[in-house]
């Protein structure tokens, strides 16, 4: 089945020790996505790439960096993570920009 | 911009019992809209969604939701719930395509037996 992959499920990191997450994608779909949802909130989009075109959201923090190395493969960076980036990360993908969206099952962060 | 508001933060109904979930939204333009349904620790799976055509979109689970122009609405229906409905469900809205979703707050329900 086509779907959207996110390793691992769930993460473990120290304080300021960078961390990155990964999402894969066998929809051969153009837009991927990186959304950081807590609890009990709407899931909060940080960046998207359309094919190569990063496009970053303006209130992302410069601690959390995206790599899309191929058109399958998309990684999140959190280059030192805070007591605040504690949550679900979520990827998704879509065909075009404002198409039904699909999403991996997430990846849980938690930071010591 | 676009933004969507869902008036309801937590649903409580009975099981069996009908219920609607109301998703309201602001924009000038056509759009396009969805109802993403959450369980706990998983990603969001889509229910429906309106593109365009009949206003009334029947989706998986036995969930619709009808699209109101006038009223910038998309509520979501379902005649007969069931425990297992018991999630957080998001509405979300995109400009006619070009651009990313952007979801509302989300609404909980929670269905007792």
């Known amino acids: 089945d086509a779907m959207v992959i996110q390793n691992p499920r769930y993460q473990v990191t120290q304080f300021g020790k960078p961390v990155t997450l990964s999402c894969s994608q066998t929809l051969n779909h153009n837009v991927m996505y990186w959304y950081q949802q807590k609890s009990s909130q709407a899931p909060k989009l940080l960046f998207h790439y359309y094919d190569k075109d990063f496009n970053n959201e303006a209130d992302t923090p410069d601690n959390f960096q995206s790599r899309r190395p191929n058109t399958s493969f998309c990684f999140l960076d959190i280059r030192s993570p805070g007591l605040g980036d504690a949550a679900m990360y979520l990827c998704?993908?879509?065909?075009?920009?404002?198409?039904?969206?699909?999403f991996g099952p997430g990846t849980r962060l938690t930071v010591l | 911009a676009q933004s969507v508001t869902q008036l309801d933060s937590q649903v409580p109904v009975f099981e069996e019992a009908p219920v609607e979930l109301r998703c309201n939204y602001s924009s000038s333009v056509s759009v396009y809209l969805f109802w993403y349904v959450q369980y706990p620790n998983q990603g969001l799976q889509l229910l429906l969604k309106?593109?365009?055509?009949?206003?009334l979109v029947k989706g998986i689970n036995g969930f619709e939701a009808e699209f109101n122009k006038s009223q910038t609405s998309f509520h979501l229906r379902k005649p007969s719930v069931h425990i297992s409905d018991t999630a957080e469900y998001f509405c979300?809205?995109?400009?006619?395509?070009?651009?990313?979703?952007?979801f509302g707050k989300g609404t909980r329900l929670s269905v007792i037996a």
């Open positions: 309106y593109l365009s055509g009949s206003t």
């Open positions: 979300a809205v995109s400009q006619s395509g070009n651009t990313p979703l952007v």
């Open positions: 998704a993908t879509s065909r075009v920009r404002g198409d039904e969206q699909f």
